[in-house]
């Protein structure tokens, strides 16, 4: 992917270097087997790279127990570079900041007079939203109470330092995916399924499933938009398309070691559903032909 390096978006709030809970050592809800209960970025952002890399990063979620692993990110000192000093983030921090800013570029033209923008919170280790408290072990996640999409860097450092520079494109795909979410916000869906889901919990599962490959699907869009703008390098958009078939429930469960799957407890979607979405939104690169929930 082609970013602008040194770019610094307006709409990046950086809470990396501040205490507020960072250094709180928190208990980290596991899953089942052991691993942390990752939010839908942390899982999507595991499959692409699995996908992509030929590893399994699960695998990461299992080394607890004092390994290490993602779930359990070991404390670290990190203060903020001295005035005039170098930020060893700062490539990444521009990088994520220019995605977002190219996203929320084409929200606003295509919503034009609707869209706001989200903002992006950098935080380490553990920083309170409005939904609870950001873990870096949780992956990238999007808040609809304050609106703003978290994303604690270490998660990638971690991924970095264990298997080398995981994919650009695979990291813009999961903030797409993400601001996606905000779109949903801002549109009044989040809200109307929110209360579809009250009224009808059966139903509860199925619109989950409904406003993630929509949220795929508006990723697609964004990938469309950046492909025209020639942002995009050989290889990114089929990288994209495998990513996306990659990262299902049903892959999911099979990675998780359940050895079933069990549609009826899918939160996301099948691999097959999700590429369709994304290839849906990419294809069109029409907002409208998203409608998952029909
Ligand atoms: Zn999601």
Redesign the pocket.
Known sequence: MRWRKGHRSANVEDRRFESGGRRMRLPIPRTRRGGAQM???GI?LLLVLSMVFKQDFFSLLDAGGGGGGISTPAPREQTAPAPGGVDPEADHVSFVGDVLDRNQDLWHQLLAGKYRDTKLVLFRDAYPSACGMGQAASGP??CPADEKVYLDLSFYDELSRRFGAPGDFAQAYVLA??V??HVQTVLGISRQVRQAQAQNPRQKNQLSVA??LQ??CLAGVWARTADEMQLLEPGDVEEGLRAAASVGDDRIQQMSGRGYVNPESFT?GSAQQRAEWFKQGYTTGDPDACDTFG
């Open positions: 939010g839908c970025g999507l996640f999007y995916h993400e996606g979410h406003m993630e949220a795929d996301h």
